[in-house]
C-alpha cells in the first residue's frame, strides 16, 4: 500500500513539474530562441541590401526600389496556342 502511495505521489508530482514546464519554461525558450534567430537573420540581410561573401570577398547588392526603368528590356508580343491537337484550324 506504501509502495502505491508513493507511485501516486510521483506521478502527481510529476505531472505538476511537466504543466509548469510548458507553461512557463517552454514558451519562454521558444520566444528566447525566436528572438536569437531574428538577430541573425537581420546580421545576414541588413536593411541596405543583401551582402553576400565569396572565397573572401564580400558583395553587397542593394534591395530594388521598386521602380521600373523603361529603357531596360524590351516588349516580347507573344500569340496563344491551343493545346488540343484535335482541332487543326
Given at each position: 500500500?506504501?509502495?502505491l502511495?508513493?507511485?501516486?505521489?510521483?506521478?502527481?508530482l510529476?505531472?505538476?513539474?511537466?504543466?509548469l514546464?510548458?507553461?512557463?519554461?517552454?514558451?519562454?525558450?521558444?520566444?528566447?530562441f525566436?528572438?536569437?534567430?531574428?538577430?541573425?537573420?537581420?546580421?545576414?540581410f541588413?536593411?541596405?541590401?543583401?551582402?553576400?561573401?565569396?572565397?573572401g570577398?564580400?558583395?553587397?547588392k542593394?534591395?530594388?526600389?521598386?521602380?521600373?526603368?523603361?529603357?531596360?528590356?524590351?516588349?516580347?508580343d507573344?500569340?496563344e496556342?491551343d493545346?488540343?491537337?484535335d482541332?487543326?484550324?
Amino acid at each position: 500500500m506504501e509502495l502505491l502511495l508513493k507511485i501516486i505521489f510521483f506521478l502527481f508530482l510529476l505531472s505538476f513539474v511537466a504543466k509548469l514546464f510548458f507553461r512557463y519554461v517552454l514558451p519562454w525558450w521558444l520566444n528566447h530562441f525566436v528572438k536569437k534567430q531574428q538577430k541573425k537573420y537581420e546580421q545576414q540581410f541588413n536593411a541596405n541590401g543583401r551582402v553576400y561573401e565569396d572565397d573572401g570577398i564580400r558583395i553587397k547588392k542593394d534591395a530594388p526600389t521598386g521602380e521600373i526603368n523603361p529603357d531596360v528590356g524590351e516588349y516580347v508580343d507573344f500569340e496563344e496556342v491551343d493545346d488540343n491537337p484535335d482541332n487543326n484550324e
